[in-house]
């Protein structure tokens, strides 16, 4: 008889918040953890918001298990959240970051500092317990590293930075130096640190966007307002937001006038106004009137929800510069190790001293501690990551903000990007029948419609009260037409070059078509199958941002272009106003051909916001969507504009190259003291504690550099100042 199969254990889904997961090596260390633990799955770390979140099968690794795996590599973890098959825990909120004196790493500061004091007082108190004193406190002092370097060892991190701190402050010891031990422990858990703090300012900025939208809603419902928490509030629903209040919801405007501040969500420093169907963002203040708005987003997908989520995604995504950094340091350890030794033991059996060169050997492995390399790169993007976001600026990664500030060229699509986006129909030419029946049947086709173009027809079916029929097997061809049968006719909405290849137009429609695309408007027909029912021509205007966008492009030596599907006349019009080369008529696949021939010449950007965009988007080295886009294009992108204004494309650029400056002054002040001290340790100048002040120097100086990135503003409100 076959054995019957083996169920498998049910999982939990456990979410922790991890104490001292202050840079990207903790953050692999606790991932390199993980990957060794049985029954552990679906592992997601966050530097940004400092949590853990997996799915743990507790019959093969228990829960304190884990728990205390992390304790040994120096974390302290926290459990925010644990829901198994059977139930489910609501999510808790996350501790309060506690100040520096009271983390786990500001208390072995404390202990270490009182631990040398104490020994320094004993010196002059009982100067025959001096030595005693001092080893008491290198030995005490240096438990905490040594047992992370042997956690991490056991995880196959051999070579760890808190070991060759153990072995210079334990080598100190052993040669009749402990008072220097001391100090070395002391000074490197001053520059852990400093590394923290600079982590927790870093978040700072993510921290507060997390904690804009309000805890509560005023729900309208058919007995009238009631207070509900905010993430109960579902698509569809009514809320009402009072002047000075929070919008609870990303939603639409129903009714009332006001203002919205959305500087802290996008970044747009002016207040907006907001009216019946307008666009409002949770987390944005309101003004001074009341406003009703419908929910078009639940809590977890709203867009404070997407920033954050984005940004976590970029952590995974880690900057070539990182990268290359962090192969170059798993050799570079075990080679500072190995040169060390060398001088610890070769001179002394060629003759010299053995107490000598062993000292000279030590403060050589303190020197070579690679802590302000490491922390060059991660600190640099991540503060700037956090600079971009805190101006609507969002970029997916370190590797699309490195590659940015090498781009040549910008592409731009024009519908939505450096146009508003909100065309209005400005002439309808019936061929057969009557206006308002041709324009019911094109906004029938329409009807949601992502596109701008089948927006505005529906807002002008909507404008002269007209009643819009339902349409039925609805499909769009990207760049071509859109299709559906309505009241059990079969028509589309075609641009006219698509409505050609169906059919030859006539020539005086032709001729109209041509005058209108020159004018820099843009034509559509409705046909009934092949045969043209009315001519509807639109005209879209350019942002008021983006004749200034193209200047400050071409003053950062990029070159700005335009792709459009849109007719070649309509194209040209818009592009010669803005000073700007132009390829028009391009079908989807076209610009990504378009987009593949620029990366053969240089790096390239494009920035669009419609659907058709997603193939150039992805194809391009950097793509950029328009805060105000589609889903699809948003999610394709390495980067989004959420202010809505083409000039965040320069922006972007400036981002990038100030944090691809920033990192280049890093890595010179880390190799540069390094070099500087390695001469003077072989020539017997430098001492141990001044060998670890180099480093904790180099890394205080790496942080400070990289925290000046928060600063940061585009050079154009640089400018205003």
Same mark, same amino acid.
């Given at each position: ?114 631990? /040398? ?26 438990? %905490? ?48 640190? /400093? ?18 939208? %309000? ?13 509900? %928490? ?111 030794? /060398? ?87 019936? *061929? ?100 043209? *029912? ?82 150039? /988007? ?104």
């Amino acid at each position: 008889m076959a054995p019957l199969p083996t169920v498998p254990a049910a999982d939990t889904s456990l979410s922790y918040m991890v104490e001292g997961m202050d840079c990207a090596n903790c953050v692999q260390k606790v991932e390199r953890l993980m990957a060794t633990l049985p029954g552990a799955a679906e592992v997601k770390t966050s530097f940004a918001r400092q949590t853990l979140d997996l799915h743990l099968n507790e019959t093969q690794t228990s829960r304190a298990a884990l728990e205390g795996h992390l304790r040994s590599l120096g974390y302290q973890p926290t459990l925010l959240h644990s829901a198994g098959p059977e139930q489910a825990v609501p999510l808790s909120p996350a501790p309060v970051p506690r100040p520096w004196f009271a983390t786990a790493q500001g208390r072995l500061v404390l202990a270490s500092g009182a631990l /040398l004091a104490a020994a320094w007082a004993l010196s002059f108190a009982a100067p025959a317990w001096e030595t005693a004193g001092f080893i008491a406190a290198t030995l005490l002092g240096t438990w %905490p590293l040594a047992r992370a370097a042997w956690a991490s060892a056991r995880l196959g991190d051999l070579f760890s930075i808190n070991l060759l701190v153990t072995l210079a402050a334990l080598g100190a010891v052993a040669i009749g130096e402990a008072a220097e031990g001391a100090v070395v422990v002391f000074f490197f858990a001053i520059g852990e640190l /400093l590394e923290g703090v600079a982590a927790g300012r870093a978040r700072e900025g993510i921290r507060a966007l997390a904690a804009l939208t %309000p805890r509560t809603a005023q729900l309208v419902t058919s007995e009238g307002v009631r207070e509900v %928490p905010a993430e109960t509030v579902r698509v569809g629903q009514i809320v009402q937001v009072v002047p000075g209040a929070r919008m609870p919801v990303d939603g639409t405007v129903l009714s009332g006038l006001s203002s919205a501040d959305e500087s802290q969500v996008t970044g747009e420093s002016i207040p907006v106004l907001k009216e019946a169907g307008a666009a409002v963002y949770a987390g944005s203040i309101n003004g001074d009137g009341v406003l009703t708005v419908r929910a078009e987003r639940e809590a977890h997908d709203n867009t404070l929800a997407r920033i954050l989520h984005l940004v976590e995604e970029a952590e995974a995504s880690r900057a070539p510069t990182a990268r290359l950094i962090e192969r170059f340091s798993r050799v570079y350890t075990p080679g500072v190790v190995l040169v060390s030794a /060398l001088v610890a033991v070769v001179p002394p059996l060629l003759g010299a001293a053995w107490s000598e060169w062993l000292y000279r050997g030590l403060s050589l492995l303190l020197i070579g501690c690679p802590c302000a390399l490491v922390l060059s790169v991660p600190a640099a993007i991540t503060s700037g990551l956090s600079a971009g976001a805190r101006r609507g600026l969002l970029v997916k990664g370190g590797a699309a903000l490195e590659k940015l500030g090498t781009v040549k060229t910008v592409a731009f699509d024009k519908t939505g990007t450096l146009t508003v986006g909100t065309p209005q129909v400005t002439r309808l030419r019936t *061929l057969s029948g009557t206006d308002d029946e041709t324009l019911r049947l094109a906004a029938a086709i329409e009807t949601g419609s992502a596109h701008p173009l089948g927006r505005a027809i529906v807002a002008e079916a909507a404008r002269r009260g007209l009643q819009v029929p339902t349409a039925q097997d609805a499909r769009a061809l990207p760049g071509r037409a859109v299709s559906a049968v309505v009241e059990g006719r079969a028509l589309s909405v075609a641009s006219p070059r698509h409505a050609a290849e169906l059919a030859p137009l006539a020539a005086d429609l032709t001729r109209e078509i041509e005058a209108l695309e020159g004018q820099g408007q843009t034509v559509v027909l409705l046909l009934d199958g092949t045969a043209p *029912l009315a001519l509807l021509a639109l005209r879209d205007e350019p942002r008021p941002d983006a004749q200034a966008a193209v200047s400050r492009l071409r003053a950062l030596g990029v070159q700005p272009l335009m792709l459009t599907g849109d007719n070649a006349r309509t194209g040209q019009a818009i592009a010669s106003g803005l000073g700007l080369a132009v390829q028009a008529g391009l079908l989807p696949e076209d610009k990504l051909r378009a987009v593949q021939t620029l990366r053969e010449q240089g790096g390239v950007a494009f920035v669009g916001d419609g659907i058709n965009d997603a193939p150039a /988007l992805a194809q391009a080295d950097v793509g950029v969507a328009m805060g105000g886009g589609t889903d699809v294009a948003l999610d394709t992108a390495d980067a989004a504009l959420l202010r809505g204004r083409v000039s965040g494309a320069a922006d972007l650029i400036e981002l990038s190259r100030a944090v691809l400056g920033n990192i280049r002054v890093n890595v010179a002040i880390a190799l540069g003291l390094k070099a500087a001290f390695l001469v003077t340790t072989l020539l017997g100048i430098t001492n141990l504690w001044m060998a670890v002040l180099a480093d904790t120097g180099a890394t205080a100086l790496v942080t400070a550099n990289a925290l000046r990135l928060l600063r940061w503003a585009p050079r154009a409100r640089r400018d205003q100042w």
